[in-house]
């Protein structure tokens, strides 16, 4: 997702909701969501019907699944029936899951229906948007999808998943996947089914429900990509989400096929910038109208390869997808406005590390955050994600890169990665030996902190660097300086390092990481 525009704010409002399904050794492995979900115009309360297709990893006489249930205030779901082929059985709910009672076997398949109604605490946002028309957007990020639809509601848990809505026949319906029934029913109503054969994390999987204008701006390849935008907004939304068509072609071209058989691109009431929904993203209200919707745009679309088709395994692994989808955004602009525009970006971006750092001192993989996983959302995961991305392209140099990056998202494409297995397919990709790279980028906090002398001696035609490290621990790495037109390259590894480097001229510029290359701060001192 993006968080770069004012919708933000509404994260520090949000706490995210510890987990039972699967906190521990899995129980089961679910292997298709079917959601008929029920809502209307007079109130709040969905009606849902779920069948959850499952397979045991284990022998076991119950299991989970993560539900909110009602509270004092009236808002979580209430489960009133779970059924096995047609016979009712046994189930307990407290707060936030729904225990079922069964006596299976490992290997075994099973099906069981989950009849439930409440009004949604969070996940499916009923709302009204700016023109003040009713609406309804799934917004399930990071593990808000149980407030409103029985899941395990982690992302190491994809399945397929088919949704199936009754509303009031006004309203347009958006999901995952394609539409596969639309008709009409009794009383004004009507019933749209969307059906995503890919597997999917429930963090990505949504319904949206609004009174949509509607438009197909082209395909790219075979997949149609269409614009849903409110009425009011037809205009400029129709105009400024078609750039989705230009967007789409570099990640095809560059990374691998898309993994879904339609691109829709949303108007709609999410709490971020922009919510990467497979096949149907979300952007805010006001991003029709946006002068940044391009990078928006390029961002989310990102998304599609890394975190929804090739997902991270737990949350703390969530630069895989995050920093992926800010630094392919650098990627695209670069190759359409120029390497100047990706430099400018880099400059930016490293600010925002280096100010994050002095509230929180963390690795890049942040395992210590159990429940509130919102806090991730910071410029770790995002900024210095992206720029771990750009110094490895810069190492192993475009060809490899570009092949290791074509190799993680075949292999992970529709399953889930730690940040071990990139650094494994990297490593493959160049021949290289990258322990010590993701050792200092990625598992350690922190950056280096260099404090670099230099002079100029003109009776010997010198100049002489000193480069220090002040940080504790010890990075590997090359740093790149010019002397006029001149690029030099230095392999710093020890606490300090002296050079000398033969002129023919006083040099009429000294400059430090020119193409900005470098993730480090310089304290740089001219004798």
């Not at 079917?34 to 309360?45: E, G, L």
């Not at 709302?127 to 957007?137: D, L, M, P, V």
């Not at 907004?233 to 400024?240: L, T, V």
């Not at 002397?483 to 480097?501: A, P, Q, R, V």
Request: one cysteine or more; charged letters at 20%.
């Amino acid at each position: 997702m993006y968080k770069a525009f004012s919708s933000f704010v509404a994260l520090s409002l949000i706490s995210c909701l510890s987990l039972k399904a699967q906190t521990a050794a899995p129980v089961i492995d679910v292997q298709h969501y079917s959601f008929a979900i029920r809502i209307n115009d007079d109130n709040d309360v969905i009606k849902g019907e779920a069948i959850v297709k499952v397979k045991f990893l284990k022998d076991a006489g119950s299991f989970q699944l993560d539900l909110v249930k009602k509270n004092s205030k009236g808002k979580g779901m209430l489960v009133s029936a779970i059924k096995e082929g047609g016979k009712a059985v046994a189930f307990m709910q407290d707060s936030d899951a729904v225990t079922i009672s069964t006596k299976v076997k490992s290997n075994s398949l099973h099906s069981y229906t989950i009849t439930y109604s409440g009004i949604p605490a969070d996940g499916l946002i009923i709302s009204t948007n700016k023109y003040g028309h009713r609406t309804f957007f799934g917004d399930n990020w990071p593990n808000r999808a149980h407030n409103w639809l029985p899941c395990v509601d982690l992302p190491g848990d994809k399945a397929p998943v088919d949704f199936i809505v009754t509303a009031p026949d006004h309203y347009g319906v958006i999901a995952n996947g394609l539409k596969t029934e639309e008709k009409a029913l009794p009383n004004h109503l009507k019933l749209t089914r969307w059906a995503e054969t890919a597997q999917l994390p429930t963090k990505v999987m949504v319904i949206g429900v609004a009174d949509f204008a509607i438009d197909h701006p082209g395909d790219v390849g075979s997949v149609p990509v269409y614009t849903y935008v409110f009425p009011e907004n037809k205009e400029a939304g129709f105009k400024n989400y078609a750039v989705a068509t230009e967007i789409l072609p570099f990640y095809i071209k560059n990374v691998g096929s898309f993994a879904y058989k339609k691109l829709a691109n949303v108007q709609s009431k999410t709490i971020f910038g922009g919510m990467e929904n497979a096949g149907a993203i979300f952007y805010f209200e006001n991003s029709v109208n946006s002068p940044g919707i391009e990078e928006l745009m390029a961002h989310e679309i990102a998304h599609q390869w890394f975190g929804d088709a090739a997902s991270e395994r737990n949350f703390g692994h969530v630069w895989l997808s995050e920093g992926f989808a800010t630094y392919m955004t650098n990627l695209y602009l670069e190759n359409k406005y120029g390497a100047d525009t990706l430099k400018k970006r880099l400059v930016g971006d490293r600010k925002m590390v280096f100010n994050f750092e002095k509230t929180r001192h963390t690795a890049v993989v942040d395992t210590a955050v159990k429940s509130n996983y919102m806090q991730l959302l910071n410029a770790n995961s995002y900024q210095k994600g992206g720029w771990v991305l750009h110094m490895l392209r810069r190492k192993l140099g475009d060809s490899a890169f570009w092949t290791g990056i074509k190799k993680y998202y075949a292999k992970y494409n529709g399953g889930n990665a730690y940040t071990s297995g990139l650094q494994t397919i990297m490593e493959q990709a160049s021949g290289q030996d990258l322990k010590q790279f993701f050792h200092q980028w990625i598992y350690t906090p922190g950056h280096p902190h260099l404090g670099i002398t230099y002079k100029y001696e003109a009776e010997n035609q010198t100049v002489t660097f000193q480069i220090e490290q002040k940080q504790d621990m010890l990075y590997e790495m090359p740093l790149q300086i010019a002397l006029g037109d001149e690029l030099k390259t230095i392999n710093i590894k020890d606490k300090s390092t002296s050079i000398i480097f033969k002129i023919k001229e006083r040099p009429y510029t000294v400059t430090i990481d020119p193409n900005v290359n470098l993730l480090a701060d310089f304290e740089i001192v001219k004798q």
